[in-house]
Every structure is written in structure tokens, then in C-alpha cells.
């Protein structure tokens, strides 16, 4: 049971957005600016995508962005692409264990 | 070019023993905090731990603590995890992975490895 909680699966067809919410508490997501989300494809390491709640690595499509409100953060892909097929992972540090809490995965189908 | 290379997996009985370790290039690998993150057959994504550039500060997750052990040798770029007593459930994907910040953690993780398999078996 994992402590954020992410939907399974969410679809979308190409050009639409889609958005993934990542639901925490008060001592995770709610009270620290910590929020991570990872893109997997089968068989290949995470990848980071959004860091700091909003913010993108260098290198990474304008077409992903994150944002948070309360103990909720969201990650919204925008135009989405056959290559955005893959699992989406959300991350926060949580100050439970003073460690880091990973969502269970969500798995994005472009149709 | 920035990687980290994982080496050290295998399959061990209930009980037993690995360690892991993390191969770092390309990058100041002292500066940054270091994480191991792990994933079993069809899962998601678990922390396992993390250790701050000195070694000053360093964490685990519940699932392994007092069981595993996470250090760094900034002199020779390298990270490791000592796993003992290992249990089924330990089997997964070990990844290695760099905090995105310099000097302090900001617990995003920005360059992995890919990966080391760990079995735990009878």
C-alpha cells in the first residue's frame, strides 16, 4: 500500500491533455514543496520529469506540467503523444519517516 | 556523459546476503545526495534509502531497517548497499539514483542507473 495515492490508469487520445492527480496528506505533499513525477516505459529506469511541484529539467517537453493545491498534486500532459504511453510515478518527501513517499503508478494509455 | 552503473545482484537464499554498489561518472559525485530505489516484478516504485553527500545524514525505509545498509566513498565515486537478511519480498529491480540538487536534497532524483536484479529464493 503505497502512501500517495495516484489513480491506476487514466487514457487519452492524441492531442488531448490529460491530467494524473497524486493525493498525500499534511505531512507529505500538503506541507512541503517536495513533489516529483517520473515517466517509465517498460524495461527502462524512471526518468525525472517534474521536480519541486512545477518545475522541468532541463530537456524535458514543455508538454508536461505539475502543479499542487493542498494535499493533492496533478500532473497534466498537454498534446499528448503515442511516446507518452507509459507508467507515471509521483513522489514527495514525507516528513513521517523523513524519507521519500512514492504514488503507486498510474498507467497512461494514448489510444 | 553522467551515469551510474549498478553491479552486485543476483540470487540468494532467504537469509543471506548481497552487496550492492554504484559506479558514478561523468559528474561530482560527492556533491550529491545518493538514493537506492527499488521496484519487484510488476510494481511500483519504493524507496529503500538515502545518504547525504558527507554521510552526515542518512535514512531508510521501514520495510528494510535494520536489515540493509546504504554507504559512499566519494573518493572512489562509488555507492553500495549491504543487504542482509534478506527476504523474499527484497526480490525487485535495485536502482541507484542522484538527488537532482547540489550539495543538499530537494528528493527529486535525477540520473539512474539501469538497474540490478536481486532474487531471493529458496
Known amino acids: 500500500q503505497s502512501a500517495l495515492t495516484q489513480p491506476a490508469s487514466v487514457s487519452g487520445s492524441p492531442g488531448q491533455s490529460i491530467t494524473i492527480s497524486c493525493t498525500g496528506t499534511?505531512?507529505?505533499?500538503?506541507?512541503?514543496?517536495?513533489v516529483s513525477w517520473y515517466q517509465q516505459h517498460p524495461g527502462n529506469a524512471p526518468k525525472l520529469i517534474i521536480y519541486?511541484?512545477?518545475n522541468r529539467p532541463s530537456g524535458v517537453s514543455n508538454r508536461f506540467s505539475g502543479s499542487k493545491s493542498g494535499n493533492t498534486a496533478s500532473l497534466t500532459i498537454s498534446g499528448l503523444q503515442a511516446e507518452d504511453d507509459a507508467d507515471y510515478y509521483c513522489?514527495?518527501?514525507?516528513?513521517?519517516?523523513?524519507?521519500?513517499?512514492f504514488g503507486g503508478g498510474t498507467k497512461l494509455t494514448v489510444l | 556523459e553522467v551515469q551510474l552503473v549498478e553491479s552486485g545482484g543476483g540470487l540468494v537464499k532467504p537469509g543471506g546476503s548481497l552487496r550492492l554498489s554504484c559506479a558514478a561518472s561523468?559528474?561530482?559525485?560527492?556533491?550529491?545526495?545518493m538514493n537506492w530505489v527499488r521496484q519487484a516484478p510488476g510494481k511500483g516504485l519504493e524507496w529503500v534509502s538515502s545518504?547525504?553527500?558527507?554521510?552526515?545524514?542518512?535514512y531508510y525505509a521501514d520495510s528494510v531497517k535494520g536489515r540493509f545498509t546504504i554507504s559512499r566513498d566519494n573518493a572512489k565515486n562509488s555507492l553500495y548497499l549491504q543487504m542482509n537478511s534478506l527476504r523474499a519480498e527484497d526480490t525487485a529491480v535495485y536502482y541507484c539514483?542522484?538527488?537532482?540538487?547540489?550539495?543538499?536534497?530537494?528528493?527529486?532524483?535525477?540520473?539512474w542507473g539501469q538497474g540490478t536484479t536481486v532474487t531471493v529464493s529458496s
Open positions: 513522489s514527495s518527501y514525507t516528513r513521517t519517516s523523513t524519507s521519500v513517499a
Open positions: 545518504i547525504s553527500t558527507s554521510s552526515s545524514f542518512i
Open positions: 561523468g559528474f561530482t559525485f560527492s556533491g550529491y545526495s
Open positions: 519541486e511541484v512545477s
Open positions: 499534511s505531512s507529505d505533499i500538503g506541507g512541503y514543496n517536495y
Open positions: 539514483a542522484r538527488d537532482h540538487n547540489w550539495n543538499y536534497a530537494i528528493y527529486a532524483m535525477d540520473v
